[in-house]
Each structure stands twice: as C-alpha cells, then as structure tokens.
Nanobody, 125 residues
Framework: QLRLVESGGGLVQSGGSLRLSCTTS????????VGWFRQAPGKEREGVSI????????NYADSVKGRFTIARDNAKNTVYLQMNSLKPEDTAIYYC??????????????????WGQGTQVTVSS
C-alpha cells in the first residue's frame, strides 16, 4: 500500500466551492487510476469520481455531475477535485485512492489498494 495525501478540505457555505488535492511522493500518479470517495457519518462510502490512466477518461457519481470536476496536473503529480455549487449533503470526509487496474465498478472502491487519510468537507446551509 502506497501513501496518498489529501488536502483542501474545510468549511464552506452552501453554493460555495472547494478544490481538493491528492498527491504522493512515492509513485507517478499519471500511471494510476485515481478516484475520489466520500463518507458521511452513518452512511456508506460513496464513489464520487475517477480519472483513469492511459487516457481512459473520467466518471462521476450522478449526485455530483455538473458540479464537480476531476483533473490531473502531471507536472505536480497531483489529482484535483474541483467542487462547485456545494450543498449540505456534500458534507463528508473525502478520500483519494489509486491503483493500476480498476474495473468498471470503480465506485465500490474495492479495486483501489492505496488510500489517503481523508480530508473533511463541511457545507453549511
């Protein structure tokens, strides 16, 4: 298991924006599938978005489509999650995860072997 580090969480009002970052010093993220997940208190973990390796594109959960954008900055070995039009129901701990091979059911998180420690996002109404 390799170490990922998230940052960028915080407290924001409904309708606001945050940008989360996921980086590592241990491997090249551009070779990996990188996903963002979240878990709210009392709820199961939810797959938010994935950016696939090899130019395989991106996917988003229906709950965040049109509001969140995942993107790579290979020069900085970082994957970002830009979150706009935030809602109170987006409140959760957000985790990034990475792996070389991820199946089509990426949103389960079961194929990801490396995870970060999480960053808290709180959206007030």
């Amino acid at each position: 298991q390799l170490r990922l580090v998230e940052s960028g969480g915080g407290l924001v009002q409904s309708g606001g924006s945050l940008r989360l970052s996921c980086t590592t010093s241990e491997f090249d993220l551009d070779r990996m599938n990188v996903g963002w997940f979240r878990q709210a208190p009392g709820k199961e973990r939810e797959g938010v978005s994935i950016v696939r390796n090899g130019g395989g594109g991106t996917n988003y959960a229906d709950s965040v489509k049109g509001r969140f954008t995942i993107a790579r900055d290979n020069a900085k070995n970082t994957v970002y999650l830009q979150m706009n039009s935030l809602k109170p129901e987006d409140t959760a701990i957000y985790y990034c995860a990475a792996d070389l091979r991820v199946a089509t059911d990426w949103y389960t998180g079961t194929d990801f072997g490396s995870w970060g420690q999480g960053t808290q996002v709180t959206v007030s109404s």
